[in-house]
């Protein structure tokens, strides 16, 4: 949706001009010669995966990333074609033919998959692209040193048949948020020593590469040959101890708005909302927000999460429900229709998402990717 059409009952601005800002902030941070992969997995973390895919590639990011091979395949899908694709979630029985015809670059991280992908470029004849991933100390996806040369071994057999090029090497950092933690330098040295072992192997890969938002901010001696920000790229900060968004030089992407619903005075006394865990202590005035956790906005919220109407700071009083929750005006009497604006890049005031993330205990990451499908995306600066 763009920017001449404006529901009214609640939306969610994205502001391409910000991320395409963020991709040239970013870009600034690394050398020339290293490339950027824009992740836009999980729906480009709820802005909306093609929009936000076609901005960061306009503002020089040259890969795109994400989770599934079904997020790959409907980038291909909307006509990004020429550009590389990386998917890294795959499970069994996935569509690794479809990655294959599709020229997607496909992560594996043990041999049941090399096995899968190397079927798959039997049955349709191709060359399957493969990037080697490598679990330096994060625990999750990825093989580990042990099973190291097994996989690379293996890997070099198909290659030498022609079944798979191994476009890749990588890894993924467990604690680059937090600075100094020794876990940094240690998953370096592993992946150094993973990537050593490969390469005198006989692996040739395009890229190597193991940083994330926080490490492309940060952590220069971990760029190898291409970075992979993601929420960094959406204008949010990657944790608080390396600072604001301000502070990064980012500016939030996405603005989660409403119009209030109905104002009404009620008594002292008054309970608001399921529970009653609110009540009005004086006579004041309330209104309704038509946003809830079906929308995305986090329940564990409740009397916490703010909100800003008619330029001023307001809190969620009791319960966020399923559409709707309600705030305590003290008094205020704004009419229905007014806007509400739950989070945006705080130059009025607003809220941001980090102050929703606070208020819930979460991760701002958390607070953008759940905005759902019932939130229509309005997309600025298009």
């Not at 070099?156 to 940094?184: M, N, Q, R, Y």
């Not at 959406?234 to 500016?251: K, Q």
């Not at 909302?273 to 919220?301: E, F, I, K, N």
């Not at 307001?314 to 229709?337: C, K, N, S």
Request: aromatic share 6%.
């Amino acid at each position: 949706m763009t920017e001449t059409a404006q529901p009214r009952r609640a939306r969610a601005e994205i502001d391409l001009g910000a991320l395409r800002a963020n991709v040239r902030t970013l870009r600034a941070r690394i050398a020339p010669h290293v490339r950027i992969m824009a992740v836009v997995k999980a729906d480009a973390y709820g802005h909306g995966a093609v929009r936000c895919a076609r901005a960061a590639l306009d503002a020089g990011a040259d890969w795109l990333g994400t989770a599934t091979p079904h997020e790959a395949l409907a980038l291909r899908a909307a006509g990004i074609v020429d550009v590389p694709v990386m998917c890294w979630l795959w499970t069994p029985g996935d569509p690794w033919d479809q990655g294959i015809e599709a020229g997607l670059d496909m992560s594996v991280s043990g041999l049941w998959a090399l096995e899968e992908v190397v079927a798959a470029a039997r049955a349709t004849g191709g060359t399957a692209r493969i990037q080697l991933k490598a679990d330096t100390g994060l625990g999750r996806n990825g093989c580990q040193p042990a099973d190291w040369p097994e996989l690379v071994d293996r890997a070099l057999a198909a290659e030498a048949e022609g079944l798979v090029k191994v476009t890749g090497l990588w890894s993924h950092f467990a604690c680059a948020d937090e600075p100094h933690h020794p876990s940094i330098a240690a998953q370096l040295d592993v992946f150094r020593s993973m990537i050593d072992h490969a390469e005198k192997a006989g692996i040739d890969p395009e890229v190597r590469h193991i940083a994330n938002s926080p490490a492309t901010l940060t952590l220069p001696e971990a760029h190898f040959d291409l970075v992979r920000p993601g929420i960094a790229m959406y204008g949010v900060s990657p944790s608080p101890e390396l600072g604001t968004s301000a502070d990064l030089g980012l500016r939030p992407v996405m603005s989660l708005k409403a119009s209030v619903a109905l104002v009404k005075r009620v008594p002292a006394g008054h309970g608001v909302s399921y529970g009653h865990h609110y009540v009005t202590g004086t006579d004041t005035t309330l209104g309704l927000v038509p946003l809830g956790y079906a929308d995305g906005v986090p329940r564990h919220a409740s009397g916490r999460g703010p909100v800003l109407i008619d330029g001023h700071r307001r809190t969620v009083a009791g319960r966020v429900a399923m559409d709707q929750f309600v705030v305590d005006l003290d008094g205020l009497t704004p009419e229905p229709g007014t806007e509400a604006v739950l989070f945006g890049p705080g130059d009025e005031g607003e809220p941001t998402a980090e102050d929703w993330a606070v208020a819930a205990d979460t991760i701002a990451y958390e607070i953008v990717t759940r905005i759902g499908a019932r939130v229509p995306r309005v997309y600025l600066g298009g």
